[in-house]
């Protein structure tokens, strides 16, 4: 990749520094580590058996995936460049496969969660920061359909939506779906499958078609589309074009996700020599009172964050309310639909899941982030307000909360809420509303009055909405509360490593103090140096 050696440089270079001082290398390591394997997420979206899987296999050049499959066999399964191994995921359980035993058989959503796939060839190695997922048909199981965006959304670059020509159009299911891309400006590839099918003018009719209802979903004014050969030899020059492109556009977001993190990485570090050089001068007197100033700072900071927590603790609960109140009343003014899909022995499970997914996101953008803004924003100024401007230290601490901890409200608080929320409405949820429509099926089965037979159907779509209300809220409310003490947790962890490589380079300048003045003076040369080359880290592409 274009920016990788840079990378790889600097964090070795901020590592040999942090080592230089004892300060904490983990982190920096781990993101080191990170980079020869970082990918983006190109998701392959559409309903079941419109030739998804035959179609990544044309891009690999060889069957690797299985085309022979049924919605109870279909598998999520990555591909992208690597040394030939396979790996089946079981919940915690991996097992190693050879790449000769794909394709592989007997795999069941049961027995297998995830297969990912290394392949070495010259086409996946042209775009090998892409992670091409193959993800089973929307219209196999509503688990896929959260899946696709709660677990891939937030590392993606684009989706690709596979739509065959024999039914070039866009079921509920996926317009849902593309409903919410929509809110995270996510960009949509349209891949027409077993194009050979149809004539010139059909085939020219069916793009038109598909990029005025794409685009219209999803916002998009020119939606691309590739057309893939169905017969003899499979063509995917149009698809390998599109992957090229996503795969041009991956630097961009690798150079943004490692200068945010070489900017955080810094942090400490820079802290540590600001204040060791500053304070060199100091007697031990006066670093004895400096360190007594630091503690009873950190000690105010504790303190009215605690405050600022218990008062969110407040405010996230009337959120929760609202949202629970939003999820009832939608769900309620769906009740007309529900009872008729019941009447009419349809599944309901889809409807339920669009009402549901819809009403949380609109909350939670409405209602919980920006209360969650305001929150870690009000804690940034706070420090402000009780500490001077000058103050290094605080002023790192505010800029600290800011950077790592409100970007990340923008980015996953929304994801985070929904893929638990998705869980629920994939399990419990949609059990407990089988078992309704289970019952309310052999009731209204044996009644012949019509108008006692329309009491029982609405009873079982209230019961239904009462039960998918209460337990909605209750999921929504357990991964609020995790969410948020995950951003707690931050904003405590960045004070406290704040104050810790303040304290040490106090306690390191009282061994500074015992050397002698020449000594001391290389010393100082050498921290202003090294100084200098953080400050470069901290301000990486900012500019």
Same mark, same amino acid.
């Given at each position: 990749m274009l920016y990788s050696d840079e990378y790889k440089e600097k964090f070795r270079k901020l590592i040999e520094i942090q080592k230089k001082y004892d300060i904490a290398t983990e982190e920096s390591q781990r993101i080191l580590d990170s980079i020869d394997t970082y990918k983006v997420n190109t998701p392959v979206v559409g309903n079941f058996s419109t030739g998804k899987s035959s179609m990544i296999n044309a891009i690999i050049g060889r069957p690797l995936l299985s085309v022979d499959i049924t919605p109870e066999t279909?598998?999520?399964?990555?591909?992208?460049?690597?040394?030939?191994?396979?790996?089946?995921?079981?919940?915690?359980?991996?097992?190693?496969?050879?790449? @000769? $035993?794909?394709? #592989?058989?007997?795999?069941?959503?049961?027995?297998?969660? !995830? &297969?990912?796939?290394?392949?070495?060839? /010259?086409?996946?190695?042209?775009?090998?920061?892409?992670?091409?997922?193959?993800?089973?048909?929307?219209?196999?199981?509503?688990?896929?359909?959260?899946?696709?965006?709660?677990?891939?959304?937030?590392?993606?670059?684009?989706?690709?939506?596979?739509?065959?020509?024999?039914?070039?159009?866009?079921?509920?299911?996926?317009?849902?779906?593309?409903?919410?891309?929509?809110?995270?400006?996510?960009?949509?590839?349209?891949?027409?499958?077993?194009?050979?099918?149809? @004539? $010139?003018?059909? #085939?020219?009719?069916?793009?038109?078609?598909?990029?005025? !209802? &794409?685009?219209?979903?999803?916002?998009? /004014?020119?939606?691309?589309?590739?057309?893939?050969?169905?017969?003899?030899?499979?063509?995917?020059?149009?698809?390998?074009?599109?992957?090229?492109e996503i795969q041009d556009k991956t630097g961009d977001i690798f150079l943004n996700k490692y200068s945010e993190h070489l900017r955080n990485a810094s942090r400490y570090a820079e802290v540590y020599l600001i204040e060791r050089i500053d304070k060199a001068s100091l007697s031990t007197s006066r670093l004895e009172q400096e360190k007594e100033k630091v503690e009873k700072k950190i000690q105010t900071i504790t303190l009215e964050i605690d405050r600022e927590k218990n008062n969110f603790k407040r405010q996230a609960q009337v959120c929760i309310n609202s949202i629970r109140d939003n999820v009832k009343n939608d769900l309620e003014a769906s009740l007309p639909t529900i009872s008729a899909m019941l009447e009419n022995g349809n599944d309901i499970t889809d409807k339920i899941n669009s009402i549901v997914r819809r009403s949380v996101r609109i909350g939670i953008n409405t209602e919980f982030e920006p209360k969650l803004k305001k929150y870690v924003n009000h804690i940034s100024e706070m420090i402000t307000i009780q500490f001077p401007e000058d103050d290094e230290l605080f002023l790192g601490v505010k800029e600290a909360i800011k950077e790592n901890v409100s970007d990340e409200v923008v980015k996953s608080a929304l994801p985070v809420v929904l893929a638990g929320v998705g869980f629920a409405l994939a399990n419990p949820i949609l059990a407990a509303v089988g078992g309704i429509v289970g019952v309310a099926a052999d009731t209204i089965h044996n009644i012949k009055n019509n108008r006692k037979k329309q009491i029982e159907i609405d009873n079982a779509a209230n019961k239904i909405i009462n039960e998918v209300t209460v337990q909605t809220i209750s999921s929504i409310e357990t991964e609020i509360t995790k969410y948020i003490s995950k951003i707690n947790e931050k904003i405590e962890n960045d004070v406290l490593k704040q104050k810790e490589a303040l304290e040490k380079s106090l306690s390191d300048i009282e061994i500074d103090l015992s050397i002698e003045e020449h000594s001391r003076q290389q010393l100082t040369e050498s921290l202003e140096k090294d100084l200098e080359i953080i400050r470069m880290f901290r301000k990486d592409r900012l500019a």
């Open positions: 279909a598998v999520p399964t990555e591909v992208y460049y690597g040394d030939n191994k396979v790996y089946q995921y079981n919940k915690d359980v991996v097992i190693e496969r050879k790449i @000769d $035993e794909l394709p #592989l058989k007997g795999l069941t959503i049961q027995n297998t969660s !995830l &297969v990912k796939i290394e392949y070495q060839n /010259d086409f996946l190695e042209k775009i090998r920061s892409v992670n091409i997922v193959d993800l089973p048909g929307f219209d196999t199981s509503i688990e896929l359909h959260n899946r696709a965006i709660d677990e891939y959304l937030p590392n993606s670059l684009a989706y690709l939506l596979v739509v065959s020509s024999d039914e070039p159009v866009l079921k509920e299911s996926i317009s849902d779906f593309l409903k919410e891309l929509k809110v995270y400006n996510m960009p949509v590839y349209v891949v027409i499958t077993k194009s050979s099918r149809l @004539d $010139e003018d059909e #085939l020219d009719e069916c793009k038109k078609l598909l990029k005025k !209802l &794409v685009g219209g979903i999803v916002g998009q /004014d020119d939606v691309k589309v590739a057309c893939v050969d169905s017969y003899g030899r499979v063509n995917v020059e149009e698809l390998k074009e599109i992957l090229v």
